[in-house]
């Protein structure tokens, strides 16, 4: 669905991502780890088309994107969940949702959307006309989901959809990006705890300093292997100290 190939982004002289290629399969949750600065974000938003790269390759269901205006990439599949989250405050809930659905012309589709929305995330029919910034983290996290759906894409970004959230909020937000999965959806999930990504990914990719330092699948990678990746130690040096706030 998604191919990255020698993936450059540049900030004038900074080179934040260097190199960096991977792969999404149809249908699979795949997550991109690291740590701060890593270049997590600069990798999805170059996807996107909001930061164009400097060089590589990009593939969307095997048509080039790289370099595209956002609009252009939107309107072939790809929905983009921002770090951050960006609800509108100020805008009720369902004038949130619907922002989703701007670029679409079948407006009764767009509405049978918007039900299966509520049906979705119950929570969102009784504060329809709430303004977005009254929501929990949690709930406009589910927000800013049931948004991006609304584009009915093929291809979800996520950049840290669990920042901020308490524990069971998280796995709930994970427990809907998976349903997702199953009803075919594929997801590329940004997420800086590598236990969290090991549990509910297919696949995973660890960035470090732009490039990618470790690929696998979640069910054979182990913790320890990945922390490793993660943190940049190799077995010997492994420093035991070091990895115990994690
Ligand atoms: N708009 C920008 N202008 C200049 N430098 C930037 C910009 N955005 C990111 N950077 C720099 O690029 C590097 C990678 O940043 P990026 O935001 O991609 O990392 P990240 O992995 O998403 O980190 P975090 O976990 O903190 O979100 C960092 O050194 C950052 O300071
Ligand atoms: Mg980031």
Redesign the pocket.
């Known amino acids: 669905m998604l191919e990255v190939e020698g993936l450059h982004v540049r900030?004038r002289r900074?080179r934040?991502v260097r190199g960096v290629s991977l792969r999404v399969g149809e249908g699979e949750i795949v997550c991109l780890v690291?740590p701060?600065?890593?270049?997590?974000?600069?990798t999805l938003r170059s996807i996107a088309g909001l930061h164009p790269p400097a060089a590589g390759e990009i593939r969307l269901a095997g048509r080039p994107i790289a370099g595209l205006a956002p609009e252009t990439i939107a309107r072939r599949g790809l929905s983009m969940v921002p770090?951050g989250r960006h609800v509108f405050t100020q805008l009720t809930v369902e004038e949130n949702i619907l922002l989703g659905s701007q670029m679409r012309r079948d407006r009764r589709q767009v509405r049978a959307d918007f039900e299966r929305m509520l049906e979705s995330f119950p929570f969102l029919r009784a504060r329809l006309a709430t303004p977005g910034g009254k929501l929990s983290g949690g709930e406009q996290q589910q927000l800013v989901i049931a948004r991006a759906l609304m584009t009915r894409p093929r291809l979800i970004l996520l950049d840290?959809p669990s920042l901020g959230l308490a524990p069971m909020v998280v796995d709930t937000v994970y427990d809907i990006l998976r349903g997702l999965r199953d009803e075919g959806i594929t997801l590329l999930v940004v997420e800086?705890s590598t236990h969290r990504a090991l549990e509910n990914g297919d696949r995973i990719y660890i960035i470090r300093s732009g490039q990618i330092e470790l690929e696998g699948s979640c069910s054979e990678l182990t913790d320890e292997r990945v922390e490793q990746a993660y943190f940049g130690f190799n077995q010997t040096t492994d420093d035991a100290d070091d990895r115990a706030h994690f």
């Open positions: 900030y900074l934040a690291g701060n600065g890593a270049g997590k974000s600069s770090e840290e800086q």
